[in-house]
């Protein structure tokens, strides 16, 4: 069965700093590939995702991901961090012919300190 | 674009009653519909597929008869908590696809259910 493992449950960055969020996924082909992000109460926005072609894929607010078959990552990336940057971050996969649903990662709860 | 409405965001409700919860697609029509759980801290587990026009497909360990989905109309699913207990308590989020987009979901701002 398909999983999606982010390693990290909390992750702490300084307001400007660089931030890159992990995640492995177990699946014998390439799936879909996405990243959610989630405030406090509220529901998910995508911020990004991957389907095929350049493994480098931009994002809204500033956000990359760059997808690494070999090591079977799709890690999220962010230069420099706004305070409102901090919220849960959830990356997610999905199957070609699998129904179109989504198996979601545990999810890394981001901290932004001023 | 492909805005998804859920209501209500927050809902207190008796051991024992009934509530029902509703994603609505505002400006596109959803052929399927998906509602997930959320417990505090944890990732979102998929409950349930639920098509227009069809039966719902429940994932495994959901109980059908305690989760109740209806997806009447092409914009407007709804999950009903029959005889709702404490451990029901979570924050129950849909999302919606549009046809002909494979993974083009617009989740619902979720509803935070409290069973006292």
């Known amino acids: 069965a398909q999983s999606v493992t982010q390693p990290d449950i909390h992750i702490t960055v300084s307001e400007g700093a660089s931030l890159e969020l992990r995640c492995n996924y177990s699946?014998?082909?390439?799936?879909?590939l996405f990243w959610y992000v989630q405030s406090p109460g509220q529901g998910l926005q995508l911020l990004l995702k991957?389907?095929?072609?350049?493994?480098l894929v931009q994002g809204i607010k500033g956000f990359e991901a760059e997808f690494k078959r070999s090591q079977s990552s799709f890690n999220l990336r962010k230069p420099s961090v706004h305070w409102s940057d901090a919220a849960e971050y959830f990356c997610a996969v999905g199957l070609t012919g699998g129904g179109n649903k989504l198996t979601f990662g545990t999810g890394t709860q981001l901290k932004v300190e001023l | 674009g492909a805005v998804v409405s859920q209501h209500p965001s927050r809902v207190i409700c008796k051991s024992g009653t009934s509530v029902k919860i509703e994603c609505r697609s505002l400006?596109?029509?959803?052929?399927?519909m998906f509602w997930y759980r959320q417990f505090p801290k944890q990732s979102l587990m998929l409950m349930a597929t639920s098509n227009e026009g069809s039966k719902a497909t429940y994932e495994q360990g959901v109980e059908k008869d305690k989760f109740l989905i209806n997806h009447a109309s092409l914009t407007l699913s709804t999950l009903t908590v029959t005889s709702a207990h404490p451990e029901d308590s979570s924050f129950y989020i849909c999302s919606a696809r549009a046809p002909g987009m494979a993974y083009g979901y617009t989740f619902g701002s979720g509803t935070r259910l409290t069973v006292v």
């Open positions: 991957y389907f095929s072609g350049d493994t």
């Open positions: 699946y014998g082909a390439t799936p879909y």
């Open positions: 400006d596109f029509q959803a052929t399927t």
